[in-house]
């Protein structure tokens, strides 16, 4: 086979892998060997000769790579620096001989990194895990009804099942939508959990979502069939402890029995990424599930209860192909049945799946936020690891020049700066993934957008590490090549001066001017820091009108569990068991929830001047009690009465009671209204009297908020099917808290109370979007502050080893140690004082991003620019005294000899 | 190990090996040198070690080598011969020296 001369072919590959000197004479000894054993009758096989050759070169190249050449006495002639093997252990050396410098670098690089690595591991949790049991999600496809300017409206079955016709594209179409329905069990209290209500196809569409039994199938699209369930595993477990023990028990959606017939897999919860629903219900079972819808889901298109729907390509159908069969459904739709949707409006199909248009534009937002921060921060890293850098090579200016003057080329010297920086990387970038490990552990549990359920325990997964180990090569590279080429050119007679005094200048100047850009960058983020928690104190300044801290607030929804008329009784007892509870003083019903995303608006004009243009103001409808329960004070008139709650005004006789500034705005004053007569924009043409005028209050949004507003009598325009309590605290929340969900479960056992707060935390609650980003912009401003004070002390230490021969002659002149730490002190000074000059209009500059994020202060506060330039001439002096104090404490005999 | 070999000390398998290419003067190679050690003392050296073991002592100066001419019977290839220097002499005798010194006294020369 392998003919005269020629070892087979792989063991000549495997030859290559040898080194060159030993290449020729091994091939030539291994055919010598297996020509002698063949002539023995022994011969070697090609397998035994490849391994042969293989062992032979990992043998040499592992002895090569751990033998040091300064081994044998002629070693150090022949192998001078060769290698970033090399490289990499003199690194290594010489950071461990100067571990203070290793320390500092190593940390100053854990700080923009973990920043960044942070950042990126919630951004690769939002953005780009996969959701568990979603299958090839490439494939998949959102529809929505909408046009090109956004809008979007929700479909109906009809709808979906004439897309399923119409689209042969798609491997199966489903829609869903999400609702929070209430959920019972014998075992646990009622709960109101998020829901989706889903077409039977939505688990085959997405892949293999449910993990234990089965989802929902064709017959799940009738009524009629049995009503099944599918339970998410977070709730399964809350519910029945273990997921398993969940299949076949019976659960009480909105009241009504359902059979659990499958439990998601863990960590799946909805189409819709960062998804919280818990509960999927088919839409075969709509009349329990969508009591709101009257019409039968199923058949009539005017049901339209889906806000998504997904699909799947089928086999070599494009996404392109899918839109054009959508819009061809689309329009022989509206010639069958026109509607009055704007004629662009269409089926948009568009790939993967998609976010929740609300959770899109705010996550985006914060995301955008983080980016824009952490991507300062690691310039600041960067900036200041060039500083490092740039002093390091300035120290070693002997060891450099001697270098060069052997002959070693500048490159040659660079790199040796370059291996530290690397050694340096890899260090701080183990460091940077214990931070985003942390981080991860302080962020769960925040919502990142309000109203988006909140974060998980976010894993550090794989690709997380290699971002960090990346980013980290990339800093320690950028911030070394400039330095470490600077350094590296040297005036050689000079720089073998044992003094080298004469250099020191222009390179401390320009590491001081990074600093001083530090320094800049850092005051303008503790501008933007004070702005946003002066802000913050403005909101919640904002009077309410009451105190929020001593009212409880809880929601409770009767009309999803079908309670229609009953409701009324519903309500009165639930006002007389709340009351009576020890520890409540006062309470009264809200049709909208305080605080909540509900919002109501009414107009009318006053009675006797018809050509004025109508008053329009937030409105609300309340039960007697409330202004009482809230501590609202009356300026003028009564509250409402007993006989008013739960009473339609279709005779003719609605009441009406104003707060003060609005009374003032229609009437004149708050007496002036009492006993006038308006007339409502809805219910149109109503004639409503003014019975009492109460305080102004903010109790909606807050900030945009006027403190004008409209109160009716609870029920008064319509029944309404959902209802807050708010009572007034005579005793600590958790002291009272059990008696009221007594009261509510000894009613209906299957009724869940739910948004339960205090209105004090239900006000910060709105806030949380902002408080976030103050919080995290105060972490920004706090690191890049460290890492400016940090730079600094780097520079002004350099600095003073540069000049002991000066300091040496001041005090030989008679310079007194407080004069020598003033004058550190001024020259920390002048670097601080150009920071605040570049940084304070730099923060002015990124006023147009800030501005939206301010409320009752404007970008140009002098406090907060002040703040910040305290704050940082604080760090600076701090930075600054170790090294002054070390130029104090210089001996100048030692010095100057 | 580095001080051991600094000192100019040898290891057990550079000892023989170097007194194989004694042995066989200038006219050793890898393969021949394994079969003198083979030979003389029973030890069958795997044919990594003996690669290994020529590469360090090349690399420490004690050998040097050159390449021989291309032969039929070797597939055309040449053979890589070694020498032993001055300095592979020199640790030579300092081995022995070493040994003599550490033998208790009734072995010694």
């Excluded at chain 1, 085959?204 to 234990?212: Q, R, T, W």
């Amino acid at each position: 086979m392998t003919g005269p001369g020629r070892l087979p072919a792989p063991a000549r590959w495997a030859l290559a892998c040898l080194p060159a000197d030993w290449r020729e004479s091994v091939e030539g000894d291994l055919e010598e060997e297996r020509r002698r054993r063949a002539a023995r009758g022994r011969p070697m096989s090609a397998a035994r000769l490849t391994t042969a050759v293989i062992v032979v070169a990992t043998r040499l190249a592992l002895a090569r790579a751990t033998t040091t050449p300064r081994l044998g006495p002629r070693a150090g002639r022949t192998r001078i620096m060769r290698g970033f093997g090399h490289d990499l252990r003199h690194a290594l050396r010489r950071l461990r001989d100067q571990p203070g410098y290793a320390v500092i670098a190593a940390l100053t690089l854990a700080i923009g990194i973990g920043a960044n690595t942070a950042v990126f591991t919630l951004a690769h949790w939002l953005l780009l895990r996969d959701v568990p049991g979603i299958e090839a999600p490439s494939r998949l496809v959102s529809m929505g009804f909408g046009g090109q300017s956004g809008a979007r409206a929700p479909v109906s079955f009809v709808t979906i099942e004439a897309l399923r016709a119409g689209m042969p594209a798609l491997d199966g179409l489903a829609g869903y939508s999400s609702f929070d329905l209430h959920v019972g069990t014998t075992a646990a209290e009622a709960a109101r959990v998020e829901a989706e209500v889903v077409t039977g196809n939505y688990f085959s569409v997405l892949g293999h979502p449910v993990g234990l039994g089965r989802g929902f199938g064709a017959d799940d699209e009738r009524a009629g069939a049995p009503a099944r369930a599918v339970v998410s595993d977070r709730l399964a477990r809350r519910l029945f402890g273990a997921a398993a023990s969940a299949l076949d028990r019976t659960l009480a959606v909105n009241g009504h029995p359902f059979t659990v017939t499958g439990v998601a897999r863990p960590g799946f919860h909805g189409a819709s990424r960062l998804g919280g629903a818990d509960l999927w219900v088919p839409i075969g079972q709509h009349r329990a599930a969508l009591p709101m819808y009257r019409g039968d889901a199923l058949t009539d298109p005017g049901v339209d209860p889906f806000f998504g729907m997904i699909g799947r390509l089928a086999p070599g159908a494009s996404v392109e192909l899918a839109g054009q069969q959508a819009d061809a459904v689309r329009a022989s739709l509206a010639a069958a049945t026109p509607d009055r949707r704007p004629a662009d409006w269409t089926y948009l199909v568009r790939p993967g799946i998609e976010w929740r248009p609300w959770v899109r534009s705010r996550l985006s937002d914060t995301v955008t936020f983080l980016t824009g921060a952490v991507s300062l921060l690691l310039l600041l890293t960067c900036a200041n690891l060039a500083t490092l850098v740039l002093a390091r090579a300035q120290g070693r200016r002997q060891e450099t020049a001697t270098r060069l003057a052997l002959g070693a080329s500048r490159w040659r010297v660079a790199r040796l700066l370059m291996a530290e920086s690397l050694v340096l990387a890899v260090a701080a970038s183990a460091i940077a993934v214990g931070v985003a490990a942390v981080a991860g552990r302080v962020l769960e549990g925040t919502s990142l957008v309000p109203g988006a359920p909140p974060i998980a325990r976010v894993p550090v997964a794989w690709p997380v590490l290699g971002f960090a180990l990346a980013v980290a090569v990339v800093v320690a590279l950028l911030a070394t090549v400039v330095p470490a080429l600077r350094g590296s050119r040297l005036d050689l007679r000079a720089g073998l001066d044992q003094a080298g005094r004469s250099l020191a200048a222009g390179r401390t100047r320009a590491a001081r001017l990074l600093t001083a850009a530090q320094v800049a960058v850092s005051i303008a983020l503790l501008v933007g820091a004070a702005l946003l928690v002066r802000s913050m104190a403005g909101r919640l300044a904002i009077p309410t009108g009451f105190d929020p801290a001593s009212v409880l607030s809880f929601s409770v929804e009767p009309g999803l569990q079908g309670y229609g008329p009953r409701q009324e009784a519903f309500y009165r007892d639930l006002l007389a068991g709340v009351r009576a509870v020890p520890g409540v003083r006062a309470a009264g019903l809200s049709w909208l929830g305080l605080y909540s995303n509900g919002a109501a608006d009414t107009r009318f004009t006053v009675e006797g001047a018809p050509g004025d243009e109508p008053i329009s103001a937030a409105s609300n409808m309340v039960s007697p009690g409330f202004f009482g329960a809230l501590g609202l004070p009356f300026v003028a008139g009564r509250d409402f009465e007993a006989r008013e709650f739960q009473r339609s005004d279709a005779t003719g006789d609605g009441v009406l009671i104003l707060t003060e500034s609005l009374a003032r705005r229609a009437f004149g004053s708050a007496e002036a209204a009492i006993g006038r007569h308006v007339v409502m924009a809805y219910p149109e043409g109503r004639v409503r009297t003014v019975v009492g005028v109460v305080g102004d209050t903010r109790q909606r949004q807050i900030v945009t908020d006027t403190g004008e507003m409209v109160f009716e009598p609870f029920g008064q325009t319509f029944p309404a099917g959902f209802a807050s309590v708010v009572v007034a605290l005579a005793a600590p929340l958790d002291r009272v808290l059990p008696g009221v969900r007594q009261v509510v479960d000894g009613l209906d056992p299957d009724l869940p109370i739910y948004d339960v707060a205090r209105l004090d935390d239900a006000i910060r609650r709105r806030f949380s979007g902002e408080l976030l980003v103050m919080r995290l912009t105060l972490v920004f401003a706090g690191l890049a502050t460290m890492l400016a004070a940090v730079g600094l002390y780097g520079v002004l230490a350099r600095s003073i080893a540069d000049r002991r021969r000066e300091f040496g002659i001041r005090t030989a002149l008679g310079a007194t140690p407080g004069g020598l730490v003033s004058l550190v002190v001024r020259e920390a000074a002048g670097v601080v004082v150009t920071g605040a000059v570049i940084g304070v209009p730099l923060c002015w500059m990124l006023a147009g991003y800030v501005r939206s994020r301010l409320f009752g202060v404007t970008v140009l506060d002098p406090w907060s620019a002040a703040a910040a330039t305290l704050v940082l001439v604080a760090v600076a002096l701090v930075a600054a005294l170790p090294a002054a104090r070390r130029a104090a404490g210089l001996d100048p005999a030692a010095v100057l000899r | 190990m580095s001080s051991f070999s600094e000192k100019g000390l040898l290891g057990e398998l550079e000892l023989l090996v170097l007194l194989a290419v004694v042995r066989q003067r200038d006219r050793g190679y890898a393969v021949s040198l394994r079969d003198e050690i083979a030979e003389r003392t029973g030890i069958e050296l795997g044919r990594g070690s003996v690669y290994v073991t020529l590469d360090r002592l090349a690399r420490k100066g004690y050998l040097a080598s050159r390449m021989g001419d291309p032969t039929p019977e070797r597939g055309g290839k040449a053979r890589r011969l070694f020498t032993i220097t001055p300095a592979g002499e020199r640790a030579l005798a300092a081995a022995d020296r070493a040994r003599a010194r550490m033998r208790p006294a009734r072995q010694a020369r």
